[in-house]
């Protein structure tokens, strides 16, 4: 106790904030009327669950809007897997604007098979968008059998 003498005769602006604080702790907590009526009371109750039915009522308004937000990104993850195992080859082909064709047709060198064989090598170039003269002349020559070939 003889320190919290000197300290407060040392700094008497100290003692007075020391010992303020504790009456206005004091005042808080005290009610306006030690002995309200039943009355008082129960308004003072009344207000007390009106403030928590709002808060209430504004946080179940919080959980339907989260509600709301969930199921809509859970209909987009549902959409978004159900996608991939739907498309096949030819749909990517298709929405890519190209036309998946079959297996290019082979020439042996018989002259009555040459137009059949240009016109199918030439739907073949255009699907593949092959646009390099090599690989052209490579994917042609890769179609080619016996006599042709040699």
Do not use: W, Y
């Amino acid at each position: 106790m003889a320190g919290n003498d000197r300290s407060s005769a040392a700094n008497p602006g100290n003692a007075q904030a020391s010992h303020r604080q504790p009456a206005r702790r004091t005042e808080a907590r005290q009610p306006e009327d030690p002995n309200p009526s039943p009355e008082d009371r129960i308004a003072s109750m009344e207000e007390f669950i009106g403030r928590i039915t709002t808060h209430i009522r504004a946080i179940e308004q919080q959980l339907d809007e989260k509600t709301e937000q969930l199921n809509q990104l859970e209909a987009q993850v549902m959409a978004s897997s159900a996608t991939p195992a739907a498309i096949t080859a030819q749909a990517v082909a298709a929405a890519e604007g190209r036309i998946k064709l079959p297996k290019p047709i082979t020439f042996d060198g018989t002259r009555s098979k040459l137009k059949t064989f240009l016109v199918n090598i030439d739907m073949h170039l255009d699907a593949s968008n092959l646009t390099d003269e090599k690989k052209k002349i490579i994917f042609v020559a890769s179609c080619f059998t016996d006599a042709a070939a040699e």
